[in-house]
């Protein structure tokens, strides 16, 4: 019964028994969300002497017009936080006098949004939209200044440029019955950049309590639903229309530096997208499994962030004169692991929800990171490759849990065998160095829906196996594992992409390798486990006792 009980071995939970088994609810929805404001006809100097002038008809194009317009704005915003009996919050670096209309500051660095929660609670429950409360703030801002100069005449006259400076920007908290917390930034100086801030995921929880579909809250997002075709159908809802029309509606209620007027002679925002979060959430019906199911995805895939990965996850085209960053970082917050991988501007994480959920994010902070125009109108497509990216790195995942020892493919890739038609499909011997190079490239393109080219495998190939490798070697592998029923051609091209067998063998090969092998041929070294140098002594004394008793002599 001991030794039974030794014998005894718990399966390890993979990622695809979680997923598959003890999945509760899958929902892709758009998360954070930062847009810039900024005016496309006010971006160089040239533009702001225009607009005194033509626009405003002011004969010289003084700096003192830009201060006097500056100065109506700010004015209007203390007038409108005292109208309305809206708290205005200073927030600096130390403890200022409170003064009539202004809360003592927070705990600094305390985030903004934080010192703001409470009164976006006290707004939530009555029900009806409203601006919460006004932030002030010293920030550095892209504004222009002026520059004084005489003309062949002897006349005075101005030029401009942008630089960056200090201001005051203005930040106007909001409780929207749509969107629920948000905020608009304004900066106090021209030509007037600002932000919007909301979260995806709270705009969904209020339409679908409008639209009657029950569900469970996580800290951000959604724990379960009754209903999951309409919540997905809700999340899928939001685009570049709905952002407009709220932009719109707060745009008519607060103070802003620029008039109908300015508006009607083309003076106005363009909404562009700052930095865009696409979170796709898989919550689990057994919590207690979490845990365990996510350190070891976390350590099973810290390769992540290679560029091999990351041009197979972002769909991007990675050369060796592309600019970026391209790494793995692992945080430890409060709740837990969180597993950034960083492409360029940009990134994906995957992290424990709430010890309930995984989430997967991708976050766009530079647009042409994927090759997509800045502009709000192109939102939809920035959401679609993100998901494209969450649903690639969660196909990474599940590829790399699910090799299985005893595999028909394996069996038959082994040794050589004939095609259907007759032809003769050479072996991949597993442990031949070239063939391992070889499932190891393939590793590296699992889910590059571009495929794979002579050029392209042949240099991943030879750099794993670190001796020369040919054309026609690359030529004669294709040909093999063509045969072998792992890769396809894509028709009229010389475009290779794997099949599901393909990808069983490659990983296989490479994780066997990898995660098994190396280890267990390093078991007699120090730094092995001292349990695993136990047992490989007992199994060496078994042997000797086996030699000598066939009085067989072992080598000197």
């Given at each position: 019964?001991?030794?039974?009980?030794?014998?005894?071995?718990?399966?390890?939970?993979?990622?695809?028994?979680?997923?598959?088994?003890?999945?509760?609810?899958?929902?892709?929805?758009?998360?954070?969300?930062?847009?810039?404001?900024?005016?496309?006809?006010?971006?160089?100097?040239?533009?702001?002497?225009s607009?005194?002038?033509?626009?405003?008809?002011?004969?010289?194009?003084?700096?003192?017009?830009?201060?006097?317009?500056?100065?109506?704005?700010?004015?209007?915003?203390?007038?409108?936080?005292?109208?309305?009996?809206?708290p205005?919050?200073?927030?600096?670096?130390?403890?200022?006098?409170?003064?009539?209309?202004?809360?003592?500051?927070?705990?600094?660095?305390?985030?903004?949004?934080?010192?703001?929660?409470?009164?976006?609670?006290?707004?939530?429950?009555?029900?009806?939209?409203q601006?919460?409360?006004?932030?002030?703030?010293?920030?550095?801002?892209?504004?222009?200044?002026?520059?004084?100069?005489?003309?062949?005449?002897?006349?005075?006259?101005?030029?401009?440029?942008?630089?960056?400076?200090?201001?005051?920007?203005y930040?106007?908290?909001?409780?929207?019955?749509?969107?629920?917390?948000?905020?608009?930034?304004?900066?106090?100086?021209?030509?007037?950049?600002?932000?919007?801030?909301?979260?995806?995921?709270?705009?969904?929880?209020?339409?679908?309590?409008?639209?009657?579909?029950?569900?469970?809250?996580?800290s951000?997002?959604?724990?379960?639903?009754?209903?999951?075709?309409?919540l997905?159908?809700?999340?899928?809802?939001?685009?570049?229309?709905?952002?407009?029309?709220?932009?719109?509606?707060?745009?008519?209620?607060?103070?802003?530096?620029?008039?109908?007027?300015?508006?009607?002679?083309?003076?106005?925002?363009?909404?562009?997208?700052?930095?865009?979060?696409?979170?796709?959430?898989?919550?689990?019906?057994?919590?207690?499994?979490?845990?365990?199911?996510?350190?070891?995805?976390?350590?099973?895939?810290?390769?992540?962030?290679?560029?091999?990965?990351?041009?197979?996850?972002?769909?991007?085209?990675?050369?060796?004169?592309?600019?970026?960053v391209?790494?793995?970082?692992?945080d430890?917050?409060?709740?837990?692991?969180?597993?950034?991988?960083?492409?360029?501007?940009?990134r994906?994480?995957?992290?424990?929800?709430d010890?309930?959920?995984?989430?997967?994010?991708?976050?766009?902070?530079?647009?042409?990171?994927?090759?997509?125009?800045?502009?709000?109108?192109?939102?939809?497509?920035?959401?679609?490759?993100?998901?494209?990216?969450?649903?690639?790195?969660?196909d990474?995942?599940?590829?790399?849990?699910?090799?299985?020892?005893?595999?028909?493919?394996i069996?038959?890739?082994?040794?050589?065998?004939?095609?259907?038609?007759g032809?003769?499909?050479?072996?991949?011997?597993?442990?031949?160095?070239?063939v391992?190079?070889?499932?190891?490239?393939?590793?590296?393109s699992?889910?590059?829906?571009?495929?794979?080219?002579?050029?392209?495998?042949?240099?991943?190939?030879?750099?794993?196996?670190?001796?020369?490798?040919?054309?026609?070697?690359?030529?004669?592998?294709?040909?093999?594992?063509?045969?072998?029923?792992?890769i396809?051609?894509?028709?009229?091209?010389?475009?290779?992409?794997?099949?599901?067998?393909?990808?069983?063998?490659?990983?296989?090969?490479?994780?066997?390798?990898?995660?098994?092998?190396?280890?267990?041929?390093?078991?007699?070294?120090?730094?092995?486990?001292?349990?695993?140098?136990?047992?490989?002594?007992?199994?060496?004394?078994?042997?000797?006792?086996?030699?000598?008793?066939?009085?067989?002599?072992?080598?000197?």
């Open positions: 019964m001991v030794m039974a009980s030794r014998l005894t071995r718990t399966n390890a939970v993979t990622v695809n028994d979680v997923l598959d088994g003890q999945k509760l609810l899958e929902i892709d929805c758009l998360d954070r969300v930062y847009l810039t404001m900024s005016v496309p006809n006010l971006v160089v100097g040239g533009q702001v002497v607009f005194l002038n033509q626009h405003e008809g002011m004969p010289v194009p003084s700096p003192a017009l830009l201060e006097r317009r500056g100065q109506t704005f700010r004015r209007a915003v203390m007038s409108f936080a005292e109208a309305n009996g809206i205005v919050i200073s927030f600096t670096g130390k403890k200022e006098k409170t003064r009539p209309g202004v809360l003592a500051d927070s705990p600094w660095p305390e985030r903004k949004i934080d010192q703001v929660m409470p009164l976006m609670r006290t707004a939530a429950a009555t029900g009806r939209s601006v919460v409360a006004i932030g002030m703030a010293q920030e550095y801002q892209r504004v222009f200044t002026g520059s004084k100069s005489a003309t062949d005449t002897g006349a005075v006259w101005f030029s401009y440029q942008r630089v960056d400076r200090r201001v005051t920007c930040y106007f908290y909001l409780w929207d019955t749509d969107f629920g917390p948000a905020f608009i930034k304004i900066c106090a100086y021209f030509p007037y950049p600002g932000k919007i801030w909301f979260n995806g995921h709270e705009w969904a929880k209020r339409q679908a309590t409008k639209a009657g579909i029950s569900f469970r809250e996580l951000n997002g959604f724990a379960a639903s009754d209903h999951h075709t309409g997905q159908d809700i999340c899928d809802r939001l685009g570049p229309g709905t952002i407009t029309v709220f932009a719109e509606r707060w745009w008519a209620r607060l103070p802003l530096p620029f008039t109908p007027a300015d508006r009607a002679a083309g003076y106005w925002w363009d909404i562009s997208m700052r930095q865009i979060e696409v979170a796709k959430t898989i919550v689990f019906t057994a919590p207690r499994h979490a845990r365990a199911f996510f350190e070891a995805l976390a350590a099973d895939n810290l390769d992540i962030g290679r560029p091999d990965n990351m041009e197979i996850i972002f769909n991007r085209q990675i050369r060796s004169t592309t600019k970026g391209f790494r793995t970082a692992i430890r917050d409060n709740d837990g692991v969180v597993v950034n991988a960083f492409y360029r501007h940009s994906i994480k995957y992290y424990l929800k010890r309930r959920a995984l989430r997967i994010e991708t976050v766009i902070n530079d647009t042409y990171d994927i090759g997509v125009l800045r502009r709000l109108e192109h939102l939809d497509e920035v959401i679609a490759k993100a998901r494209d990216a969450n649903r690639r790195l969660l990474t995942i599940r590829a790399g849990q699910s090799c299985v020892l005893a595999n028909p493919v069996e038959r890739v082994a040794q050589p065998t004939l095609t259907e038609d032809r003769r499909a050479p072996a991949l011997r597993f442990a031949d160095p070239r391992m190079a070889l499932t190891g490239a393939l590793c590296l699992l889910f590059a829906v571009t495929g794979v080219t002579n050029k392209s495998l042949r240099a991943l190939t030879a750099r794993l196996l670190g001796t020369g490798y040919t054309t026609s070697q690359m030529t004669y592998d294709l040909r093999r594992l063509r045969f072998n029923g792992l396809r051609r894509i028709e009229h091209t010389h475009t290779y992409v794997l099949t599901p067998d393909g990808q069983r063998l490659a990983i296989f090969y490479t994780k066997l390798n990898d995660r098994l092998l190396r280890p267990l041929l390093a078991a007699d070294q120090p730094q092995a486990p001292p349990a695993l140098r136990h047992a490989l002594t007992t199994i060496d004394h078994h042997v000797d006792d086996y030699i000598a008793r066939a009085r067989l002599k072992t080598a000197a």
